[in-house]
């Protein structure tokens, strides 16, 4: 399953590539890609565990910039 995403409040292009780069590493994920330039979160995963893994994705994204939202509403 493939979902892009709305982000709010993300600050810079690092904090994107390092995003981008612990979500991948995330079990379920099969590919991921944050754009600081159009404010978009893109991930491919089980569509199973879909769920579970965006908590998981979340709190990536919470750890490397805690201002930034993902907008769940797809």
Same mark, same amino acid.
């Given at each position: 399953? !493939?979902?892009?995403? !709305?982000? =709010? @409040? ?11 780069? &612990?979500? !991948?590493?995330?079990? &379920? %994920?099969? #590919?991921? #890609? %944050? #754009? ?7 991930? =491919?995963?089980? =569509?199973? @565990?879909?769920?579970? +893994? ?8 919470? !750890? %490397? =910039?805690?201002?930034?939202? +993902? +907008?769940?509403? &797809?």
């Amino acid at each position: 399953m !493939k979902k892009t995403f !709305k982000l =709010e @409040d993300l600050d810079c292009a690092n904090c994107a590539a390092k995003m981008e780069n &612990g979500i !991948k590493k995330l079990e &379920g %994920v099969q #590919s991921a #890609s %944050v #754009s600081f330039m159009t404010q978009r979160l893109t991930i =491919e995963a089980e =569509e199973k @565990d879909f769920d579970a +893994i965006m908590k998981q994705v979340a709190a990536v994204c919470r !750890k %490397v =910039e805690p201002d930034c939202r +993902i +907008i769940m509403k &797809g």
